[in-house]
């Protein structure tokens, strides 16, 4: 039995779609296109009949701006002047009544622009290109269609009149998985999403999947309504499945009744975006005057607003203060506002601000409350709607309160569903993680549990019956500070993520801060620590700072006036900011609420940048901070249920192939307490669902990935001999798991190279050979034809490390002088296969080679080494430049501005402008070749002499 081809994927596609009630238009090319187009465009804005003077007005106003600028001329119109000089406004697309669009589909589409491409399934909105289908045969690897997307954005999207640079969202399928994502020229195979139910059951299959979503009304409410154009990140954002089910279902509520209501996604999974939508959505609705999102902390008023502006630029105005808060509810020109509970509590209970705002009680207002679980468990609630009348209340939650964790006293104790009804739509931790929305946790426990052979078996007291001065013991802080500085480059692969440690209370963080420091004086490469907490006065905390029912208490960068202080907690913080301030060349300090405000901000920037190597808090950051580059939590604090799962959740953003998981690595015995949150927030099988297998597991599955790559290549010679590119793929299929493997299990304190059956250096070799491939794929000239490895993802970013770069290995050089002979000899080799190696670094390997073998030997002074290496550099680049302008009639100033163009704004040379940088003009024949093989050229010149540098030569 053979499997389904693409061919009959596709025609089977059309046929379903023309039953669709989407017309069939056979289109080969783009004179075809734009006749089509044209027609459709008439049809759409009432029979129009245009000239064709008048329609090439139109393409030359289309036809200008990249993706995300077209994605803004797309739902807006244009003010066509007519050849009679009359004016109309021609649409080309109804946003407002999405159905009302012309739908076709076409197939085979044939463009050229660099390379020759075709296109699978196209679906045509007005004419235009708005949705790219591609498919592969069923049991191809599905980032084989991705990949194959990524290349025609590159290749063709832009030739002739561009109208290709329209597609708004892409779908990629094998017949049994499907997937959809937004057109982003930088998207990363996790900006992928599959499509789902109400109850988030996948709908996978094509059929099935084409049936619900390329329904012609559905997938014009996808890109009118649920599309977003980020202003900030410049590219277009399509919601997710329960995120569009989610804005649905508060929208339906607000037209169709005044019941109240709550929607519980998991932490991490979009709240955001997804509230943005439904605000937008909801406040242009004429029955309602204004809708706020109430937050509930200065902080978090700021951030919000800014991504609400990001997903629409001057969407909101964050309100400074109680005083603005209420001139924009006066204003009736501000429909969506964003503020913090204490302003609007504020606003309506305070005499001065209530005269302004009566007249407002019988208003329309829908409020809606984000991490309602925290804000709304209090006077304000009962409040708020005390004074409006005429209110509408919904909120966000990764962690509802249950029975299970409400507080109060018995009788009067309050549950998320109590407050705010029903919930409308529910996506849990285990739904995030099954769709790789959000990683798992690797949940290590360090101290006393008496394991044999574990690097985690420490002498530290973990349990929460141990008394005060047990867990807060001076040897105890000293050995667990000693685990953080010896494994901490390993949990976080440093420097390519960063960690949080959280701790019990001010106190402790103070003998921990002053710890990392004292350890520290004589390192070569110390830790980057940095810390933040409130120095406000309060009590000691009964429950190691309070984990009360298992929130965890709110810690302001904004201390109110009269606030009481503990002048002994800011004089250390103080102490603390000096040494940051050094670190850094800043200048803050607790002198004034804005100076230290400001530094809150830019402690927030720098872990996000991940310039800030272990972040120590109480409370601060736990909760509502997102940091993809953060993949540790340490924790020395008794954590449960909500403040559980908040605070693990802060490791756990996707961000690329090499964060397989967030580390939580735990001091105290929290092994009870974490399972019952996972429970509690998703259902009691969910363990093995949200947390990472043991260490051992692994180990398992990587020496049976070896077992199987020496069946296809046993020795690393045997690469070479590999028959065809089937087996090459075999090869590198397999290798490419092993890689996967051991960069999980290289973040356990147990890793040991000992219990893997491959050694570390024969791993390496293979690697190398697995690089050889991946250069042998990319160097290849002969594109005609069709290669099965040309679509293999190698996952790069597994094998390619930041701290790797030419100014490492010159720090390496520079030592090598001072060795006995035979040593000098073996560090010679392992630094050359240090470079081999790394993919960055195999384009300098010929140079560095070079330099080791004849100049290195005649440098007497180690001193000399880096300025050597950069005259050496500067020469054979200028050598190289010189030769690349001789070989390809390239005028050198033309080069050396492409050259600048990409180190500035990273982007390689347009063909048009490798054409323009030629001292000929190529034939139209030979241009097509000559362009490519130039570009080919100008790429190696960049790999060698440009990037991988590390900012020492």
């Known amino acids: 039995m053979t499997t389904q081809s693409e061919y009959a994927l596709e025609e089977a596609l059309i046929a379903q779609l023309k039953g669709m009630e989407y017309s069939f238009v056979r289109i080969e090319h783009e004179a075809g296109m734009l006749a089509n187009f044209k027609r459709q465009l008439e049809i759409h804005n009432g029979d129009i009949m245009l000239t064709q003077s008048e329609f090439e007005r139109i393409l030359n106003h289309l036809n200008t701006g990249n993706v995300f600028e077209r994605a803004k001329v797309l739902r807006d119109k244009f003010a066509l002047k007519r050849d009679n000089n009359d004016t109309v406004y021609i649409s080309f697309l109804n946003c407002d009544e999405w159905c009302m669009n012309e739908f076709q589909v076409t197939h085979q589409v044939t463009m050229e622009s660099k390379r020759k491409n075709r296109y699978d399934v196209t679906l045509l909105i007005n004419g235009l290109p708005l949705v790219q289908i591609e498919l592969k045969r069923r049991g191809a690897e599905l980032k084989v269609a991705f990949n194959q997307v990524n290349r025609y954005q590159h290749d063709s999207y832009d030739a002739g009149a561009g109208l290709f640079q329209y597609v708004q969202l892409f779908i990629i399928s094998n017949g049994v998985n499907t997937k959809y994502f937004s057109n982003n020229l930088k998207q990363s195979f996790k900006q992928t999403f599959f499509w789902t139910d109400k109850e988030n059951n996948r709908i996978s299959d094509l059929h099935e999947f084409a049936s619900d979503f390329l329904k012609p009304c559905h997938i014009a409410k996808m890109i009118t309504h649920y599309t977003v154009i980020n202003e900030t990140s410049k590219c277009l954002m399509i919601l997710r499945p329960y995120q569009f089910y989610a804005a649905e279902a508060l929208v339906d509520r607000v037209k169709n009744s005044m019941e109240n209501a709550y929607i519980w996604h998991t932490t991490g999974s979009g709240k955001t975006l997804t509230s943005f939508k439904a605000s937008q959505i909801i406040m242009r609705m004429p029955k309602v005057h204004k809708v706020l999102f109430v937050v509930d902390r200065k902080d978090l008023d700021y951030q919000t607003a800014n991504e609400f502006n990001a997903f629409s630029k001057g969407s909101v105005d964050s309100t400074t203060n109680t005083h603005k808060l209420v001139s924009q509810l006066t204003d009736d020109s501000t429909k969506l506002i964003v503020t913090t509970i204490q302003k609007l509590n504020n606003a309506i209970m305070k005499e001065r601000y209530v005269g302004k705002i009566e007249h407002l009680q019988d208003k329309k207002f829908v409020f809606i409350f984000d991490e309602c679980h925290r804000s709304q468990f209090g006077d304000t609630h009962k409040n708020i709607k005390k004074f409006f009348n005429n209110a509408q209340m919904f909120g966000f939650t990764g962690t509802p309160i249950f029975a299970d964790n409400a507080f109060g006293p018995v009788g009067s104790q309050q549950t998320t569903a109590s407050l705010f009804s029903e919930c409308l739509h529910k996506y849990v931790i285990v739904d995030a993680i099954r769709d790789e929305n959000v990683l798992r946790f690797a949940v290590e426990y360090v101290g006393k549990y008496k394991r044999k052979d574990s690097a985690n078996e420490l002498d530290i007291e973990v349990e929460a019956i141990d008394t005060k001065e047990l867990l807060e013991s001076p040897q105890r802080l000293e050995k667990i500070t000693d685990y953080i500085l010896a494994h901490h480059r390993q949990k976080t692969k440093s420097p390519d993520f960063t960690a949080m440690f959280c701790v019990s209370s001010v106190a402790s963080l103070i003998k921990y801060y002053d710890l990392f420091k004292q350890k520290q004086v004589e390192a070569a490469r110390p830790l980057k620590i940095a810390t933040i ?195 090459q793929l075999e090869f590198v299929t397999k290798f490419r798991e092993l890689l996967r493997i051991k960069n999980i299990l290289t973040t356990f304190a147990d890793f040991d190279e000992s219990d893997l059956s491959l050694t570390a250096q024969t791993f390496e070799d293979y690697k190398s050979k697995y690089l050889d491939v991946y250069d042998k794929v990319k160097s290849d000239q002969s594109k005609e034809k069709t290669s099965v490895l040309d679509d293999v993802d190698f996952e790069l970013s597994l094998v390619h490390r930041d701290e790797i770069n030419v100014a490492y290995i010159l720090n390496l050089l520079m030592s090598l002088n001072k060795l006995p002979e035979e040593e000098r000899t073996k560090r010679q080799k392992e630094i050359v296969e240090l470079v081999a190696g790394d993919v960055q670094l195999r384009s300098k390997k010929v140079l560095i080679q070079a330099f080791i073998d004849e100049n290195l030997p005649n440098i007497k002074s180690t001193d000399n080494v880096i300025a050597e290496f950069e005259s050496f550099w500067a020469e054979n680049r200028q050598k190289a430049f010189n030769a690349l302008c001789e070989e390809e009639q390239i005028v050198p100033e033309q080069l050396e501005k492409l050259l600048n163009d990409y180190t500035f704004a990273n982007r390689l040379p347009r063909e048009q402008e490798i054409v323009s940088s030629l001292s000929f003009k190529p034939k139209i024949l030979q241009r097509k070749s000559i362009v490519e093989r130039v570009a080919d050229k100008i790429q190696a010149f960049i790999n060698t002499f440009i990037e991988g540098m590390g900012g020492s030569v």
């Open 533 to 727: 907490f409130s120095y406000a006065a309060n009590e000691e905390d009964p429950e190691a700072n309070g984990l009360i029912n298992g929130l965890i208490p709110e810690e302001s960068p904004d201390l109110p006036t009269g606030t009481k202080i503990n002048q002994s907690s800011r004089d250390k913080l103080d102490e603390f900011i000096a040494d940051y301030n050094a670190l850094f060349g800043t200048k803050y300090s607790t002198n004034d609420s804005q100076s230290f405000y400001n530094y809150y901000q830019d402690i927030a920037k720098r872990v996000r940048s991940g310039e800030i190597d272990v972040l120590l808090v109480v409370n601060m950051f736990l909760t509502g901070f997102d940091s993809p580059r953060l993949n540790t939590l340490y924790v020395d604090k008794n954590l449960k249920f909500h403040g559980l799962v908040q605070a693990f959740s802060r490791t756990n953003r996707n961000l690329n192939e090499k964060k397989s998981h967030g580390n939580i690595i735990c001091f105290r015995n929290l092994k009870k307490a974490t399972d019952e949150a996972i429970a509690l927030f998703s259902n009691k099988d969910a363990k093995e669902t949200v947390l990472v297998e043991p260490y051992e597991d692994y180990v398992k599955a990587f020496n049976k990935a070896t077992r199987e790559l020496l069946e296809i290549a046993p020795t690393v010679k045997s690469v070479d001999a590999l028959p065809s590119e089937k087996e």
